[in-house]
Nanobody, 127 residues
Framework: QVQLVESGGGSVQGGSSLRLSCVVS????????MAWFRQAPGKEREGVAA???????DYADSVKGRFTVSKDSAKNTLYLQMSTLNVEDTAMYYC?????????????????????WGQGTQVTVSS
């Protein structure tokens, strides 16, 4: 059984940085692609950043240049380095594991390609 456990969230002021972590356990060979999603109160869940098996990354336009997704395979850990945070980044952040094929037109930031989800970590940014 695949388990994903996020950590690193918190309350920060605008302009600050945070690094989220997601430790993955269990058999993920069928779900080798990873991503971060977020959901703010009253809004739909949105894909933030994704990384495939080759290390190719994709980002939502709203976070490009500010967020960086990476993974440490030896530690089975996914990261999201967030900088220049603003109030619009306030949300519950979830990591997810799944499978997509970008070269076949799959959207890495679509939740339809992810089978396993963590419980989330809250990020709150104040002005």
């Amino acid at each position: 059984q695949v388990q994903l456990v996020e950590s690193g969230g918190g309350s920060v002021q605008g302009g600050s940085s945070l690094r989220l972590s997601c430790v993955v356990s269990g058999a993920t060979y069928n779900s080798p692609c990873m991503a971060w999603f977020r959901q703010a109160p009253g809004k739909e869940r949105e894909g933030v950043a994704a990384i495939d098996t080759d290390g190719t990354t994709d980002y939502a336009d709203s976070v490009k240049g500010r967020f960086t997704v990476s993974k440490d395979s030896a530690k089975n850990t996914l990261y999201l380095q967030m900088s220049t945070l603003n109030v619009e980044d306030t949300a519950m952040y979830y990591c997810a594991a799944g499978l997509y094929y970008s070269d076949e037109g799959d959207d890495p930031l679509s939740s339809r390609y992810y089978d396993h989800w963590g419980q989330g970590t809250q990020v709150t940014v104040s002005s």
